[in-house]
DNA sequence: CTGAAAGCGCTTACAG
DNA sequence: CTGAAAGCGCTTACAG
């Protein structure tokens, strides 16, 4: 009933330890004769193999930390899977952690991490991440890691996200050529580089036709649907609901919508809705929902990647990979147009 | 730049290898003088702690394994996240794996999780899963585990989900008592217990008021909002719509409220569509989707504990925890009413 | 192709 | 309150 070791296997199989550390491992330096009696006394005694001794003494572990936020969000979860999935395939498991944005946790987390020794981490940092908390990660007993989906100012490391300007500044142009007014951009983390770049694109396309948008009209929030919704209502509270509405992802934009529908604002007529990330259910909405796609999948085989490299070659050059994003216009800013949107007006609708 | 350990720090701070040990552990057989000198000489050094060797040492791992299909569906999410809170204030860290409901691949995670000697395992069974496959887990050199969500035919071990039989029944009652006639039941695995449940509690309800669900008109997927729309397609094709759509899981309801969307098949009015889980999604859907709660934070968190339970006393008998179900009922059916229908038809909406 | 010995980094009696 | 010794279960040169 003890548990079974190399030993025990050694002697009911009449060989030494060595030799059945060699079958464990498949060598060739051991004759297909002894490696099948021996394999037959391992299944006889049930014998389970200790990865926990191997690795102590290899100082390998072959397993990677990952560390997000939080998986409620549709787009961490696809990200987690896709790196669950890439690291699963190059032979690594994974050691969990959430830290629900918050630092304490994440840097528990992290100490845990490095104590059990794994081999890498990949960290989708909290919010309010500062390079401080991420230095021990560096230095000379650091770990190998790489950064998801937000980059950390002032720590240089690996980085895997999407071109956050980018994907604003396609959406801003997109709201230009629909001819909208005024814009509002709500929900998402406010002190967060990509609610800051994605706001920055959005602004610079805007503006190159002579739009803008109201410092009021920007509300930070949670990126979930409750998130959204309370930063509508804060919009709607402060008068009439702009052109159209601009959120920091598309969790955030259900929550809007669903707001709306309250008020009976008709989305893709009275006013047009668009959300980041072009998550499935984005396009199940009703009307479909008008979404700046951010790849998740591409992110997570990136950041696996590189995560890979870095463990292989620990000093080399960082490198960041940044996956280009693409619009997809659907009805929740396709149907609307000025003139339709003033129609209502006209007859009243829309308030 | 070679690792520092406790010899390095006893040989730095002056004591032995044994009280470097105790004072990681905070003894009190130490002098808080010691304690404050050997942990300056430790942070000096930049000494890591190396939990592995403690592990091996102790034969502990305060590591439990948490195999789950998928995190996509958010109501699995919703549970890992619930686990990795109620686990990690217990002090345990999350070894992690996604079976992708392929046994294989479990069988591959459950084998990794076991030689990484992981102090227990909550296991969301993949859907095909036999108790032959669990039967490792149960033997003499097993561990301590809890299944989630879907019970393994044969298979002995504590358990916690909801009570399926139920959830289905106070769905099959709300449809008669609304007036419906003729019921389908969409998507969800075929061969699994919590389908065959649901579906057996609707049809008892049903039945005892008369009505049944045709065998055609039970149509299996997976539980995704691609499924929905591949099972409702499906159903479509055979005839004219049933008056209410019951559909296994809230991600198949969306992908049905999207089908029925697409062909002007106006839900809460034409028909009704409910679902289960009661995801926050469900609630902001257009009508809100009426669906049964299945309370995955309060299934989590009953796990955590039997699992708990079982590491401290690994031969106390079998538990089952079943979380009783609640129906919320919403727009997409309470709008629905045998009259309003019949008027569409006359109409000639609706096909 | 095999065996005896050392060691991965820790903890735990045991004796002082 | 502290120290010397053994050992957790494995692997890796090294010598045969």
Redesign the pocket.
Known sequence: M?????????AAS?????????V??D????????KERVRQVMADLG????????N????KSMIVGLIVTNVRNPYFAELTMTIEQRLHEAGYTLLLGYSHDEDDRQRGLLATMTEYRVDGIVLLPAAETTAAALAGLNGKSGTPHVLIARKVRGHDADYAGVANIKAGALLGRHIVEIGARTVAFIGGPCGSIARTERERGLRRELESAGLSIPIENSIGSPSTPAGGIEACEKLLAQGPAPDVIACYSDAVAFGVLHTLRERDLRVGTDLAVAGFDDTTEARHQNPPLTSVATFPERIGDEAARLLLGRIDQPDREVHSRIVPPRLNVRQSTEGWSPTASREQSKKGVGR
Chains 1, 2 share one sequence.
């Not at 003890?2 to 050694?10: C, R």
């Not at 102590?56 to 100082?59: F, H, I």
């Open positions: 003890g548990k079974i070791t190399v030993s025990d296997v050694a009449g060989v030494s330890r060595a030799a059945v550390s060699l464990l491992q060598s060739h330096r051991v004759s297909a004769a002894t014998y389970v193999y200790d990865r926990r001794a191997a102590l003494r290899t100082r």
